[in-house]
T-cell receptor, first 117, second 113 residues
Framework: AQKITQTQPGMFVQEKEAVTLDCTYD???????LFWYKQPSSGEMIFLIY????DQQNATEGRYSLNFQKARKSANLVISASQLGDSAMYFC??????????????WGLGTSLAVNP | SQTIHQWPATLVQPVGSPLSLECTVE??????LYWYRQAAGRGLQLLFY??????ISSEVPQNLSASRPQDRQFILSSKKLLLSDSGFYLC????????????FGPGTRLTVL
């Protein structure tokens, strides 16, 4: 079954330190995409970073990087130099293609990150 | 640049009343459109998605319906709201490119009393 698992309901990190948010996925499709989104208390879902299954290098976007380990089926998000504004819910998602060739995202349950001053 | 709008931002409705939430996208054409619901403290549940005008796919059987009367307009409706319809409703769009990244609107917080 296609599934996204985020095992950390809540995480704490000290300001200016790095933090890793875990995500494991399950799919038998050879082609898939992995996404991370941030949801602050305002509710809007903000796209952070994308990793394709055939990408050779780990994706990076500013302070965000995705530690992609294909054999272990993990796609952990690393946030470097944490800031107070990073406090939010973080969701991992996987793009799948269903029988009708329609593309949709499967979502994890999220990790709540709190950055302490 | 592309922007996505949702309204209203918040809504309080009595049980049994109708519902209409609207989502519009600017700056792109022929987008894929999505409606999600998020219960308090939970992940996202895909309700409907659309690949074109009049083309709606339903993911979860329920008392909600969706319509796409124009290319960049997506409407979520109900004839009679239930208490269980309370939640945070998010609209999203994606372009027809390989990554399928979805971009979200600000959301509508619906409370059914």
């Amino acid at each position: 079954a296609q599934k996204i698992t985020q095992t950390q309901p809540g995480m704490f990190v000290q300001e200016k330190e790095a933090v890793t948010l875990d995500c494991t996925y399950d799919t038998s499709d050879p082609s898939y995409g992995l996404f991370w989104y941030k949801q602050p208390s305002s509710g809007e879902m903000i796209f952070l970073i994308y990793q394709g299954s055939y990408d050779q290098q780990n994706a990076t976007e500013g302070r965000y990087s995705l530690n992609f380990q294909k054999a272990r089926k993990s796609a952990n998000l690393v946030i470097s130099a944490s800031q107070l504004g990073d406090s939010a819910m973080y969701f991992c998602a996987m793009r799948v293609i269903n029988a009708g060739n329609n593309r949709k995202l499967i979502w994890g349950l999220g990790t709540s990150l709190a950055v302490n001053p | 640049s592309q922007t996505i709008h949702q309204w209203p931002a918040t809504l309080v409705q009595p049980v049994g009343s109708p519902l209409s939430l609207e989502c519009t996208v600017e700056g792109t054409s022929n987008p894929n459109l999505y409606w999600y619901r998020q219960a308090a403290g939970r992940g996202l549940q895909l309700l409907f998605y659309s690949v074109g005008i009049g083309q709606i796919s339903s993911e979860v059987p329920q008392n909600l319906s969706a319509s796409r009367p124009q290319d960049r307009q997506f409407i979520l409706s109900s004839k009679k709201l239930l208490l269980s319809d309370s939640g945070f409703y998010l609209c999203a769009w994606s372009g027809r490119v390989s990554t399928d990244t979805q971009y979200f609107g600000p959301g509508t917080r619906l409370t059914v009393l």
